[in-house]
């Protein structure tokens, strides 16, 4: 379990877009690093993250290497009725995490 | 060097490993393998091919896309970058990110949803050098736009 935080407005209004951050705390070490002895780091990311409100996507996205250590998201949403933001993300050891706020429509 | 110690986890370390034994220095020094540590970049042609392997034959206009970087990059570890296009919420695709200077060319890939606000996102990105980092926008009436930025990098993101 890595630290989330999910930054949106508790309460929005039917179908008027809303500004989302987050931010994962992550290593995202890129495979491209050597420690002291010249061996490898070996690729650790996440790769692959899924955001969606009340059940419907908000986006899908697919990280890469570049992405920074600590990956840090914002984004628009909209939302017809209330429900939960949903942010799922898998990483290189296959792990998968899911994290989520209420969000009410006012 | 009088027997320091090496440090174990340094964040940022040399190209050349530091306890290398004498003879395996040589040795690598005579075949050429002493500098493997430069990893590969990228280039220009390995970003418009993943381009047309996106697009196919459809032309790619600039304009609706903005790709808004800094021109000037103290730190290429952490540098932020907003992706936005001018278009309403739905009726864009997706949007791509590549940077021809990195040892890999692709840095986002993002497909909207019918829950998305705008098509917009800002992130943080790794740069290793000074180079031109392009966003293509995939619009639903099958349309592509593009934008470039060209950039400099100070220091380049810790690759070795």
């Known amino acids: 379990m ?52 009340d059940g419907e996507d908000v986006f899908q996205a697919d990280l ?43 | 060097m009088n027997g320091s110690p090496v ?60 790709l808004d970087l800094p021109v000037l990059v103290e730190n290429g570890n952490a540098v932020a970058m907003t992706v936005s296009v001018d278009a309403p919420a739905g009726s864009v695709r997706a949007l791509h990110v590549f940077a021809d200077g990195n040892p890999l060319p692709e840095v986002l890939r993002l497909r909207f949803g019918p829950a998305s606000g705008a098509p917009r996102i800002s992130t943080r990105i790794r740069l290793a050098d000074s180079q031109t980092v392009t966003a293509l926008a995939e619009l639903a009436d099958g349309t592509f736009w593009r934008d470039s930025v060209e950039l400099l990098v100070t220091l380049a993101a810790c690759l070795e």
């Open chain 1, 64 to 106: 890469f290497p570049a992405i920074s250590a600590n990956p840090f998201l914002a984004f628009w949403a909209v939302a017809a009725r209330s429900g939960a933001l949903m942010v799922r993300f898998t990483d290189d050891q296959g792990t998968t995490q899911t994290d989520s706020i209420a969000i009410s429509v006012a």
């Open chain 2, 7 to 66: 440090p174990l986890a340094a964040p940022c370390l040399p190209p050349v490993p530091l306890p290398l034994a004498r003879r395996r220095f040589v040795l690598m020094a005579v075949t050429g393998t002493l500098l493997p540590a430069l990893p590969a970049r990228a280039n220009p042609h390995q970003v418009a091919g993943l381009i047309r392997a996106i697009t196919g034959a459809a032309p790619i206009d600039t304009g609706k896309v903005t």
């Open chain 1, 2 to 53: 890595v630290r989330v935080l999910i930054n949106a407005p508790k309460q929005v209004r039917v179908r008027e877009p809303f500004e989302v951050k987050l931010l994962i705390n992550h290593p995202m070490e890129s495979g491209q690093r050597r420690d002291t002895f010249g061996q490898a780091i070996p690729r650790e990311i996440i790769h692959t993250l899924v955001c969606s409100m």
